[in-house]
Every structure is written in structure tokens, then in C-alpha cells.
């Protein structure tokens, strides 16, 4: 599972943005700088930059992409389902938003869907939706339905 990576459930502003990030990864806003494109990234990023995003718009549920570049290496440490689904979880409540991540050894169809309230699930996208690169979810599970090392590191 890659925390680095994640689809949003909405459109947000890059100031909501700072502010959900900052909060949930404890730093400050002025830490962290946000791009629609990495080719701008060098000209953006100052000296006490600890965290590059990337934002894209795409289509489907999820229309904001997120790509997370930690440059510290107190950012780099956060590994570990139970840091990561702990993150994800604050980024999503102070957004509130559902925040969709890759599960990794779930298989490439296979996501894990984190609510604002804290609920966490399996979730499987449409593979033909996928090919026309759209995120669009065909089914979720209960955290039940997860693995054991991911559902003990919801809490």
C-alpha cells in the first residue's frame, strides 16, 4: 500500500488542500507546495518545502489525483499500514471526502476506500472504466473482508 498515491472523492482548492495536509502529516502550511505540473516544481519549492504535491484532475468518482513527494526524512519514515491508513484517515475527515488508495498486494484492481467517518474498505474499480482512464468503483467490502494486517492497521 502507497500512501504517496491517492484519488479523491471531490475537487478541492489547493488552500483546503495545504490545510487537510498539513494538519494530518503535522506541518505547516508554508511547508508544503502544491502543483498542477512537476515542470513548474523546481520554481515552487523552497528551501523548508517538506512535501511536493502534485494534483491532477481526471475523470470518474474520484476527479482529484494526488501524487505526494516526501522531501524530509521524517516524510519518508511514514511506513506502515497502520501510520499510512492513520493519515489518510485525517487528510479525508478534514476534507470530507473518501480518499481512494492503492492496496498493493490486493492486486492492481484492488483499492482500499477510507470515509471522513473513518470506515475503511476493499474496493474494486471497473477495469474497462480503468482502461479509459476513469476510477470508477464496481464494488467494496467490509473492512472484514480485508486482510488481517490491513484491518488491524485501521485502529
Known amino acids: 500500500m502507497l500512501w504517496q ?5 471531490r475537487w478541492v482548492s489547493k488552500h483546503d488542500l495545504v490545510a487537510a495536509l498539513a494538519a494530518a502529516f503535522g506541518l505547516t502550511p508554508e511547508q508544503i507546495s502544491v502543483v498542477d505540473d512537476l515542470q513548474k516544481a523546481p520554481e515552487l519549492i523552497g528551501p523548508d ?3 511536493l504535491v502534485q494534483r491532477t484532475r481526471i475523470a470518474g468518482d474520484f476527479p482529484l489525483y494526488l501524487s505526494l513527494y516526501p522531501r524530509t ?5 511514514l ?3 497502520r501510520v499510512e491508513l492513520g493519515v489518510i484517515h485525517r487528510i ?5 471526502t473518501s ?4 492496496a498493493g498486494e490486493l492486486g492492481d484492481e484492488q483499492w ?3 470515509e471522513p467517518d473513518g470506515t475503511i474498505a476493499s474496493a474494486l474499480l471497473d477495469q474497462a472504466a480503468l482502461d479509459e482512464d476513469r476510477y470508477v468503483l464496481r464494488e467494496t467490502h467490509s473492512p472484514a473482508a480485508l ?3 490491513l484491518a488491524r492497521g485501521a485502529g
Open 5 to 9: 498515491d491517492m484519488l479523491l472523492g
Open 49 to 51: 518545502t517538506s512535501l
Open 73 to 77: 526524512a521524517q516524510l519518508r519514515r
Open 79 to 81: 511506513q506502515g499500514d
Open 92 to 96: 479525508a475527515a478534514a476534507l470530507q
Open 99 to 102: 480518499i481512494l488508495i492503492g
Open 112 to 114: 482500499l476506500l477510507v
Open 147 to 149: 486482510p488481517l494486517k
